[in-house]
Nanobody
Framework: QVHLVESGGDLVQAGGSLRLSCAAAGGAVSIATMGWYRQAPGKQRDLVARITKDGDTDYVDSVKGRFTISRDKAENTVYLQMNMLKPEDTAVYFC?????????WGQGTRVTVSS
């Protein structure tokens, strides 16, 4: 069992920045594909960014150039640096851990961007 704890969500004005953290326990972030997803009210949960065990990253088009996913192997934590935030980035952000057939989710952290 891998336990994921997200933090860093907050209320921020448009154009501002936030850094989300996902601390993992029970599994190394370096061997898994780690992803950040978000779910806005009334909408499905969608992938925002992910990083593979090899360090390859990819992003949904709407956040390219603004968001950066990274990981700290020593801290066993994955981050999502979010810059130039927009009101449409408002959502609950979830961390995801995939290793083989196993998938784990965190409880989410809320990001609200005011216009």
């Amino acid at each position: 069992q891998v336990h994921l704890v997200e933090s860093g969500g907050d209320l921020v004005q448009a154009g501002g920045s936030l850094r989300l953290s996902c601390a993992a326990a029970g599994g190394a972030v370096s061997i898994a594909t780690m992803g950040w997803y978000r779910q806005a009210p009334g909408k499905q949960r969608d992938l925002v960014a992910r990083i593979t065990k090899d360090g390859d990253t990819d992003y949904v088009d709407s956040v390219k150039g603004r968001f950066t996913i990274s990981r700290d192997k020593a801290e066993n934590t994955v981050y999502l640096q979010m810059n130039m935030l927009k009101p449409e980035d408002t959502a609950v952000y979830f961390c995801n851990y995939i290793f083989g057939e196993y998938t784990f989710w965190g409880q989410g952290t809320r990001v609200t961007v005011s216009s």
